[in-house]
Nanobody, 123 residues
Framework: QVQLVESGGGLVQAGGSLRLSCEASGRAFSTYAMGWFRQAPGKEREFVAAISGRGLSTYHGPSVKGRFTISRDNAKNTVYLQMNSLKPEDTAIYYC????????????????WGHGTQVTVSS
C-alpha cells in the first residue's frame, strides 16, 4: 500500500500550462504502475494518463493526447503530469492512483488514491 499526495493544481488561463506532482510514501514505488484521473462536477471519473512502474511505457487518454505528458522519477517516489495548451474543459479535480498489477484506464483497477488537486482553466 502507498499513500499519495497530489500538488500543483491551481487557476490558469486557457492556453497555459501546469505541472502536477504526486508524491508516494511507502516502499517499492517502482513496482507500481501509476495513473492520473480527473473528475469534473456531475461527470464520471475519467482516465487521463498512466505510466508503467519503470517508466518505460506511457499511455494517454484521447482528450489529452498531444497536450499532456505523464512521467515519473522513482528516485523521488514521484509521478508528474505536465499539462500544456489547457482548455476550460480540462477543469476538474485531478487524482493520482497506484496499481500493483499494471496500468489500466479503469479507476476500479487501482488500489490506492490521493485526495486530488483542483485544476481550473478560465476562458
Amino acid at each position: 500500500q502507498v499513500q499519495l499526495v497530489e500538488s500543483g493544481g491551481g487557476l490558469v488561463q486557457a492556453g497555459g500550462s501546469l505541472r502536477l506532482s504526486c508524491e508516494a510514501s511507502g516502499r517499492a514505488f517502482s513496482t507500481y504502475a501509476m495513473g492520473w484521473f480527473r473528475q469534473a462536477p456531475g461527470k464520471e471519473r475519467e482516465f487521463v494518463a498512466a505510466i508503467s512502474g519503470r517508466g518505460l511505457s506511457t499511455y494517454h487518454g484521447p482528450s489529452v493526447k498531444g497536450r499532456f505528458t505523464i512521467s515519473r522519477d522513482n528516485a523521488k517516489n514521484t509521478v508528474y503530469l505536465q499539462m500544456n495548451s489547457l482548455k476550460p474543459e480540462d477543469t476538474a479535480i485531478y487524482y493520482c492512483a497506484a496499481d500493483k498489477t499494471g496500468w489500466s484506464s479503469t479507476p476500479s483497477d487501482y488500489d490506492d488514491w490521493g485526495h486530488g488537486t483542483q485544476v481550473t482553466v478560465s476562458s
